[in-house]
């Protein structure tokens, strides 16, 4: 609870001893009645007392009362309302302090009508702290703070309803009325739309560029959903689309305070004016009536006005103030494309128009933002990052996939790219992937897809010469070649010479034992014995 300082006080007091009300005392010190009320209390100053009134004292007011005649200047006697609501005062009064505590705490004044009862014993009825609930709850208005803006600076955008258009079945029915208003020259641009999706708005707001000749710094839209996905003070979430088109006009949109519709008051007074001066009263045949009507309409009557606010003409304020400070149109208008979120299928494709276009496998079972035209898919992250872009392709068709078998493309397209990986291994290893393709056909391209496998765990030099001793063998059965990695070659059968430059004949042998046999004859008996 605020304290006031000494002298505020002491005025009070002052006052209060003079006589003076205490609606008077709050207007004149600039204090809320009930402060000047609850320092009267802590004074002692009551409204029976004699110096409390209105300019004079009570004594005046209590002979008013039971005489119920006139006072002595003529004037008329008080009504019986004013007179009990002079002398009596609520109960809720001496506990203002323990209501203030409890409504600091957001308990409701049913609640507090309960604890009065049990904890203060309070007399009087719930009606009595409904009402001193509510009047404690009072606070001043809030100051709105006017917004003026400079010349080219702001445009603010929002839709309302037109006028009856009839249908084709002869009924009428009432179209958007879509309004741009120029914050400083209030020159404004009127069209009336049957839709209100992001592709209209976008469209709009470029029309209404075009016809003012130039694009303003800052957008300010409502948070209607063709603008705003999730509406924010602080941290809006803009719709993708719209920041893309305000990129393309070099401008930036800054939407209106959620629940506050005065931040937008011009272009709220400025759908008011069209649709009570121009529209209201009036039925069209078409919409393309209605809005050559809006372009005379704002030429003829909106421009030539004086506002009441500018207190100048709005087309002689924005021919010679505003449009030289617009910024220049681009070259070319905002490209058209649709856009739309998109849940990522097991498969790690997205669907557009009934195609599938292929996405990063790491964004499985995620949601992406996918922008697509005439010509091309572009896939984004939730970041807006683009990822991917595709080529588009006629409905049923998938950007990329696997064939049968897993297979890219032809089978002669795959066996060639498999046979050429193959071959960067060895020779060796291609000719047994070639003996192998030899033999199984098509089904060979599995095998030699194992012989890269192999890699993963062996060296190219151990599969090659497994592959060697495969085809010496003549293996062909990749668990075979899978046994003879890291196993040596066997040793080959090599034939015996007879004859040889280096080799003695066997009667050259003969000659050189035969003397030893006979020199030592028992010796050769006992090698020779059995």
Known sequence: MNLLKMELKYSIETLLNQGWSRRRIARELGIDRDTVGRYAAQLGKKEDSPSYGQGGSNAATEQEVTTGTEDRTGGSPPQEAEIEKALTRSLCEKHRSWIEEKLEQGLSARRIYQDAVSELGFADSYQSIKRFCKRLKKKQPERFWRMECEPGEEVQVDFGLGAPVRQSHGKYRRPGLFRMTLSFSRKGYSECVWKQNSETFLRC????????????????????????????????????????????????????????????????????????????????????????????????????????????????????????????????????????????????????????????????????????????????????????????????????????????????????????????????????????????????????????????????????????????????????????IGKRSPQQNFSFLEQHPLIRDLSEYGQLIEPFELSNPKLYENIHSP
């Open 205 to 484: 707001q470029e029309n209404a560029f075009r016809y003012f000749g130039g694009v303003t710094k800052t957008i300010c839209p409502d948070n209607l959903k063709a603008a705003v996905i999730q509406a924010d003070w602080y941290d809006p979430q803009i719709h993708p689309k719209l920041q893309e088109f305000a990129r393309h006009y070099g401008t930036v949109i800054l939407p209106t305070r959620p629940y506050h519709p005065h931040h937008k008051g011009k272009i709220e007074a400025g759908v008011k004016y069209v649709q009570n001066n121009a529209l209201k009263g009036r039925k069209f045949e078409s919409l393309e009536e209605q809005n050559t009507f809006l372009r005379e309409w704002e030429s003829s009557i909106a421009d030539q006005r004086i506002h009441g606010t500018t207190r100048q003409q709005v087309a002689k304020l924005f021919r010679e103030k505003e449009k030289p400070a617009l910024r220049a149109l681009p070259s070319m208008i905002f490209p058209c494309f649709e856009e739309a979120p998109r849940q990522v299928h097991r498969d790690s494709y997205v669907e557009v128009a009934r195609s599938y276009y292929e996405v990063p496998q790491e964004y499985i079972g995620r949601q992406v933002w996918v922008r697509w035209d005439h010509r091309l898919v572009r896939i984004f992250n939730q970041r807006m990052e683009q990822m991917m872009v595709h080529v588009r392709i006629a409905p049923g068709k998938f950007s990329s996939c696997l064939g049968a078998q897993g297979r890219r493309g032809s089978v002669e397209a795959a066996l060639a790219y498999w046979m050429d990986r193959v071959s960067r291994m060895g020779s060796c290893v291609l000719a047994w992937s070639q003996a192998l393709h030899e033999k199984q056909g098509v089904r060979a391209m599995r095998g030699i897809r194992g012989l890269l496998g192999f890699s993963k765990k062996h060296s190219n030099q151990a599969i090659n010469q497994a592959c060697e001793q495969a085809l010496q063998r003549g293996f062909f059965r990749l668990a075979e070649v899978k046994n003879l």
